[in-house]
T-cell receptor, first 109, second 114 residues
Framework: GQNIDQPTEMTATEGAIVQINCTYQ??????LFWYQQHAGEAPTFLSYNVLDGLEEKGRFSSFLSRSKGYSYLLLKELQMKDSASYLCAVRGATNKLIFGTGTLLAVQP | EPEVTQTPSHQVTQMGQEVILRCVPI?????FYWYRQILGQKVEFLVSFYNNEISEKSEIFDDQFSVERPDGSNFTLKIRSTKLEDSAMYFC????????????FGSGTRLTVV
C-alpha cells in the first residue's frame, strides 16, 4: 500500500528554525517533493530529493534517507508569510505524485 | 514564469448536472494530471494523461469522469452527473518530461455541488 505520514500541525516562532518530518511507504520511489500550500491556493514547488542527503535552497532545505523512508523539510529564519500547509509527496513507480495529509505550520510573532 | 491556467475559479452546480473543468497547461509540457482536494483533506490523484491518452487513473476516476485534450492546448475534466461528494478543489498539473522536473499546478477550480 501507499502511506505518507506527516504531523498534522506545528507551531513555531518568527525568526526560528522548524523541521517538518515525513515518513513514507510506497510501491516504487522516483523522488520526493515538498510543496507549500496556502489556504485555497495551489501547491507551489519547494524542493525535490531523489538521492540521499541534503538539498539546500535559500531558507529552505530538504533531506532524504531512502533506506529509512524518511525526509524532512527545514525552514530557517521563519517569517510570518511561511504560515501555510507543507505537503510531502512521493513520486511512485508510475510517476504520479502521492501526497501526505500535509502539515499546517503556524508562525507566531 | 510560465503558468498552468484553470477556469473557472469557482463553479456551483446542481447535483446530477454535468460540469467541465478547463485547464491550459504550460505549452511545451508533455504530461498532464488532474488532482482533487476535498476541504480539509489531502491532495488525491485522479488521472494522468500523455500522448493523447490516459496513462493511469485512480479508483476515484470512475465512469462519471472523463478527460480530453481537444485542441492541443486545453485539457479538460468532465464530470457527467455530479454528486455532492464531488465537491472539492480540482487542480490541473503539467510536467515537461521524464526526470526531476517538477509538476506545475494550476490555481484550481473550486467545485461546489448543491
Amino acid at each position: 500500500g501507499q502511506n505518507i505520514d506527516q504531523p498534522t500541525e506545528m507551531t513555531a516562532t518568527e525568526g526560528a528554525i522548524v523541521q517538518i518530518n515525513c515518513t513514507y511507504q510506497t510501491s516504487g520511489f522516483n523522488g520526493l517533493f515538498w510543496y507549500q500550500q496556502h489556504a485555497g491556493e495551489a501547491p507551489t514547488f519547494l524542493s525535490y530529493n531523489v538521492l540521499d542527503g541534503l538539498e539546500e535552497k535559500g531558507r529552505f532545505s530538504s533531506f532524504l534517507s531512502r533506506s529509512k523512508g524518511y525526509s524532512y523539510l527545514l525552514l530557517k529564519e521563519l517569517q510570518m508569510k511561511d504560515s501555510a500547509s507543507y505537503l510531502c509527496a512521493v513520486r511512485g513507480a508510475t510517476n504520479k505524485l502521492i501526497f501526505g495529509t500535509g502539515t499546517l505550520l503556524a508562525v507566531q510573532p | 514564469e510560465p503558468e498552468v491556467t484553470q477556469t473557472p475559479s469557482h463553479q456551483v452546480t446542481q447535483m446530477g448536472q454535468e460540469v467541465i473543468l478547463r485547464c491550459v497547461p504550460i505549452s511545451n509540457h508533455l504530461y498532464f494530471y488532474w488532482y482533487r482536494q476535498i476541504l480539509g483533506q489531502k491532495v488525491e490523484f485522479l488521472v494522468s494523461f500523455y500522448n493523447n491518452e490516459i496513462s493511469e487513473k485512480s479508483e476515484i476516476f470512475d465512469d462519471q469522469f472523463s478527460v480530453e485534450r481537444p485542441d492541443g492546448s486545453n485539457f479538460t475534466l468532465k464530470i457527467r452527473s455530479t454528486k455532492l461528494e464531488d465537491s472539492a478543489m480540482y487542480f490541473c498539473a503539467s510536467r515537461l518530461r521524464q526526470g526531476n522536473y517538477g509538476y506545475t499546478f494550476g490555481s484550481g477550480t473550486r467545485l461546489t455541488v448543491v
